[in-house]
């Protein structure tokens, strides 16, 4: 979890009056949403409303997303480019499934439109990877901006809005939704909760809400509500994001991958010294950022070949010359799964010997349970690819 920020107006203390006059129904109050995890038993954040979050004017089915998720019928390496998606849809109803299990599904989208309705995610946090498009995120939390290649974590049961600014270029991303809680390897932090120094990454480098936009429209607002497959579309009485003040440690925040600060070594780092982060035991998020290669002189500067095991490893290839491999362009996935062997392609040990840093931007997922090709990503798949390393 991001460190306590604040943010607006607040009473003194928790659970008291927040006065106003003369407040919604005269009654003098702001309105006091705890926004809690793990049950009450994890981080929250206390929001304070124009009026009581509660006001469902009309609850109604508004159909299934179901993933469909394809049995394979051999163990197998798989590449697919993604990066020519066909645009289609908005911020939310243009993702398109391509990598499911119980724990994650990852998510390509070119939204050609913008966001339609107002969503929430109620069983799921999202890691929304800026591939590209710049743009504000619309939360009652505030408004957070975020640019090309930042994170932009929402915690479960946040209602949003991802707004794109036109002249920036079309937007193109990675939607990482997370049946578990995303939080910070906990190695990173020191017993008092901050950073540890020597850390990729630390405080300075997490954005949360900028200002608070307080909308008071006592009008009727939808929600789209989505819970694992099913959508329930609540009509709101007013609309949600009359927050006039909170403070916690729940909240939608960016970290840009360019801000990650590599860890490098005379010899190859093993992929953990990428991580970024994890998601309660179903699966890490690591960051492959520009770095110096390693410096021995007889260093072998792209990965061994390994075998993984009791995970499933996709690499999504942002940006940059992918200096292990063959074949792939940004937009691309590789999965390589459990059990099989994969390294670096033929001739790019050789190729690299001189080369003393790398300019790649990579989002790895790596999974501890098996994932699962969707229908999308299995047209996309290439059949050749487990062949690749052959001369
Ligand atoms: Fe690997």
């Given at each position: 979890m ?7 107006s607040l009473?003194k ?18 309105y006091e949403?705890v ?8 981080a929250?954040?206390?929001?304070y ?5 509660t006001?469902?004017?009309?609850v ?13 019928p ?8 993604t990066?020519?998606?066909p645009?289609?849809g ?11 299990n119980?724990?994650?599904?990852l998510?390509?989208?070119?939204p ?16 929304v990877?800026?591939h590209s498009?710049t743009?504000?995120?619309h939360?009652?939390?505030?408004r957070?901006p ?7 974590v929402?915690p ?5 809005r991802?707004?794109?600014e ?17 939080d ?5 932090l ?11 990454f630390a405080?300075?480098?997490l954005?949360?809400?900028?200002d ?7 009008e ?5 509500v989505?819970?694992?497959p099913?959508?329930?579309?609540y ?5 949600p994001?009359?927050a006039?003040?909170w ?7 960016t970290?840009n ?15 953990p ?5 994890e998601?309660a ?7 492959f ?28 290839y ?9 074949g792939v362009?940004a937009?691309s ?8 062997p ?15 840093r ?5 989002v ?8 699962f090709?969707?229908?999308?990503a299995v ?13």
């Amino acid at each position: 979890m991001p460190r306590y920020l604040s943010l607006g107006s607040l009473p003194k203390k928790r659970h008291t009056a927040h006065r106003v006059s003369p407040g919604y129904r005269h009654e003098g109050i702001y309105y006091e949403e705890v926004v809690s995890t793990q049950g009450f038993a994890r981080a929250y954040s206390i929001v304070y409303h124009l009026r009581p979050p509660t006001r469902v004017r009309k609850v109604e089915a508004a159909g299934a997303w179901p993933v469909g998720r394809v049995e394979q019928p051999a163990l197998r390496h798989h590449h697919l480019k993604t990066g020519k998606m066909p645009v289609a849809g908005d911020p939310v109803t243009g993702r398109v499934p391509m990598f499911t299990n119980a724990d994650v599904t990852l998510w390509r989208c070119s939204p050609g439109e913008q966001q339609a309705e107002l969503f929430r995610n109620a069983v799921a946090d999202e890691i929304v990877f800026v591939h590209s498009g710049t743009g504000t995120l619309h939360t009652q939390f505030g408004r957070l901006p975020f640019r090309p290649f930042d994170y932009v974590v929402i915690p479960r049961c946040t209602t949003y809005r991802l707004d794109f600014e036109p002249a920036a270029g079309p937007p193109d991303l990675l939607v990482i939704e997370s049946a578990g809680t995303i939080d910070f390897p906990r190695r990173y932090l020191n017993p008092d909760g901050q950073f540890r120094l020597g850390a990729p990454f630390a405080e300075r480098d997490l954005h949360g809400p900028a200002d608070l936009d307080t909308l008071d429209r006592n009008e009727d607002t939808p929600v789209l509500v989505k819970d694992g497959p099913r959508l329930t579309r609540y009509t709101l009485a007013h609309h949600p994001f009359d927050a006039v003040g909170w403070d916690g440690c729940v909240y939608p925040f960016t970290f840009n991958a360019d801000d990650f600060e590599p860890i490098t070594g005379t010899v190859h780092q093993p992929p953990p010294i990428h991580q970024t982060f994890e998601a309660a035991g179903g699966f890490v998020v690591c960051t492959f950022a520009p770095r110096l290669l390693d410096t021995h002189p007889d260093a072998i500067k792209v990965p061994y070949a390994h075998s993984n095991v009791e995970s499933d490893e996709v690499l999504y290839y942002v940006r940059g010359n992918f200096g292990s491999r063959r074949g792939v362009e940004a937009g691309s996935f590789t999965l390589h799964p459990h059990g099989v062997p994969h390294g670096p392609h033929p001739g790019t040990i050789a190729a690299s010997k001189d080369i003393t840093r790398t300019d790649e931007l990579a989002v790895m997922v790596d999974t501890f349970r098996p994932l699962f090709l969707t229908e999308q990503a299995v047209a996309l798949d290439d059949p050749n690819y487990p062949y690749s390393w052959l001369e």
